[in-house]
């Protein structure tokens, strides 16, 4: 589902994020992708969600090349990719039912089956009821969530989350990620950037591990 | 867990037929539509002021327009009772003159000619222009014969009246042809470049209504730029993204236009009584004439459309330059 090809990424500003990175995420599998601030998790979340483009290599996501994506298809190939991002990303002056309705609107999706979805979305995250709420009225883990759900209600098949579970505490974290895993089940292929090892361990998880833009094999203390 | 996964629930396929994908395309719109109207509503003092200075802007080539029309009603009027004033040679006797006047009268394109002797004329001039008395003092009527000639009704075009005129100035008995309302097709050609300059005006403020909603939609663009950033990440074509502001500059523009609509009116209502007053005093008819409809669509519709460009360019231009960077 994501295939990695020797991918090289060099910033305009001339710093490599990535070197020769390569790996293989099956449809419906989930993996941790962890490794020290820096690494280039980040980047190889955005190569994914076409934020950034390879230098050098192949990034493939459900079977596309993304150098076969133009500048026009992006947004429709977003759409195929869930996002969940650390800080949330809601738009703080619209209620809980417009941030997680607003990947149905893009896709024009009629507004008897926005209703059912968004209730659907919402009670997968356990919100239900907080539809007319603002993000800010929220708790940091319940905001959390409602980006999950904004994320899956396009029913992507594919899903990324960079670092997710960073603003919250440990029992925040711990629902967050059964959330996740819980997608996971049901088939969708879900990518996981983080750095709690805490929840490594507890989540017999694939791990793909950076450091210094190469993938490397565990560090003892995390491997342990 | 005893509960069953609702991911499951979520994750349940929809189909769509065309019919619903239009209805939604349809309802998409709407929602547009009606949501741009409520952020203007919501900011009344800085929607306002974007209204006043485009209403501003379409008013005053309206108005030059109407000054236009108004000034062309006046003259066409005047342009029906067009007269040639034919002055003799000196000396000349009342049988060649007379000779002269029947020559001219069998013209097909003269309705009639008068035959006005030196004595007629210098009567006629003693009474109209008021020296009576300083004319008495000559020992000769210095005045030569005249014939006054109106055009037949359908050679009274400024051309057909140049060429009339034209050839009787070529009869040897004839020293100089007069067209008495000259001044009116000079105040037609003035006009003529007054509608060039409304024109241009309508042009240069047309511009700039477009300068000013193009504006507007960059600031708006610029406070808004988290919620396009996060609209992009999630899956937002640039289409969708600009659809809204399109929206909003096609509502300056329209509010802009019913506003000039209302000024130019309250100016024809303002200026109305005191005009007719005068045309009264000159037993004129004349009204003043106000837009008619085909005006007020114009100014309307034009206004909507200015908004809606000017909203285009900078929307198009600016969106494309917000990326998320996640």
Same mark, same amino acid.
């Given at each position: ?6 991918v090289?990424k060099?910033y ?5 994020a990535l070197?020769?990175v ?17 690494a280039g998790k980040s980047t190889v979340l955005k190569l994914?969600?076409?934020?950034e483009?390879p ?28 996002? /969940?991002?650390?800080?949330? $990303?809601? #738009?703080? &002056? ?5 941030? %997680? *309705?607003?990947?149905? +609107? ?69 629902? /967050?990620?059964?959330?996740? $895993?819980? #997608?996971? &089940? ?5 990518? %996981? *950037?983080?750095?709690? +090892? ?12 950076i450091?210094?833009g ?11 | ?326």
């Amino acid at each position: 589902m994501i295939t990695f090809q020797r991918v090289f990424k060099r910033y305009p500003n001339g710093r490599e994020a990535l070197a020769e990175v390569s790996f293989d995420l099956a449809s419906g599998e989930m993996a941790f992708l962890t490794g020290h601030s820096g690494a280039g998790k980040s980047t190889v979340l955005k190569l994914i969600a076409l934020l950034e483009r390879p230098t050098r290599g192949q990034v493939i996501v459900n079977n596309r090349n993304t150098a076969s994506v133009g500048s026009g298809a992006i947004p429709a190939f977003r759409r195929q990719v869930g996002m /969940v991002f650390q800080d949330h $990303k809601l #738009l703080a &002056d619209r209620p809980i039912y417009d941030n %997680v *309705a607003l990947p149905l +609107v893009i896709a024009g999706v009629t507004r008897r089956e926005l209703d059912k979805r968004v209730r659907a979305a919402l009670d997968q995250v356990g919100l239900l009821g907080k539809e007319t709420s603002f993000p800010l009225e929220l708790s940091a883990g319940e905001q959390q969530r409602v980006g999950i759900a904004r994320a899956v209600i396009s029913k992507p098949p594919v899903l990324i989350a960079d670092e997710p579970t960073g603003n919250l505490d440990p029992d925040l974290a711990l629902e /967050v990620m059964n959330l996740f $895993k819980r #997608l996971n &089940d049901v088939g969708v292929t879900v990518m %996981v *950037a983080t750095h709690d +090892v805490h929840l490594i361990d507890r989540f017999g998880v694939r791990r793909i591990h950076i450091e210094h833009g190469q993938l490397a094999g565990f560090p003892p203390d995390v491997a342990a | 867990m005893s509960r069953p996964n609702p991911a499951k629930v979520a994750y349940a396929s929809g189909r769509r037929s065309p019919l619903a994908a239009l209805s939604t395309w349809v309802e998409r719109h709407v929602q547009s539509l009606v949501s741009s109207l409520g952020k203007l509503v919501r900011q009344p003092f800085a929607s306002a002021l974007t209204i006043g200075v485009i209403g501003l802007g379409l008013a005053l080539p309206a108005c030059l327009h109407l000054v236009v029309v108004n000034a062309s009603a006046v003259t066409a009027g005047i342009e029906k009772t067009v007269q040639l004033s034919v002055y003799l040679k000196q000396p000349m006797t009342a049988e060649q003159a007379r000779k002269v006047r029947q020559g001219i009268d069998a013209r097909d394109d003269v309705l009639d000619a008068q035959l006005v002797t030196p004595a007629e004329g210098l009567k006629e001039f003693e009474e109209m222009s008021g020296f009576g008395e300083a004319l008495k003092a000559l020992d000769d009527n210095p005045l030569p014969y005249a014939i006054t000639i109106r055009p037949a009704p359908l050679f009274d075009s400024p051309e057909a009246i140049e060429s009339l005129s034209d050839e009787l100035e070529t009869l040897p008995e004839v020293e100089i042809v007069q067209v008495d309302t000259e001044w009116v097709r000079r105040l037609d050609a003035i006009l003529g470049a007054l509608e060039q300059v409304v024109l241009l005006a309508a042009g240069l403020l047309g511009l700039g209504v477009v300068v000013i909603v193009g504006n507007t939609i960059r600031l708006d663009i610029n406070g808004r730029r988290e919620e396009i950033e996060v609209i992009k990440l999630v899956g937002g074509s640039n289409a969708f993204v600009r659809r809204p502001f399109l929206y909003s500059g096609t509502w300056y523009g329209l509010g802009g236009g019913l506003l000039a609509w209302i000024l130019v009116s309250a100016a024809v209502g303002f200026l109305a009584g005191p005009i007719e007053k005068v045309a009264s005093l000159y037993a004129s008819s004349f009204r003043l004439q106000g837009l008619d409809p085909d005006g007020i669509l114009a100014l309307v519709a034009g206004g909507a459309l200015l908004g809606w460009v000017g909203s285009w360019v900078t929307a198009t231009y600016h969106l494309r330059r917000i990326e998320p960077r996640a």
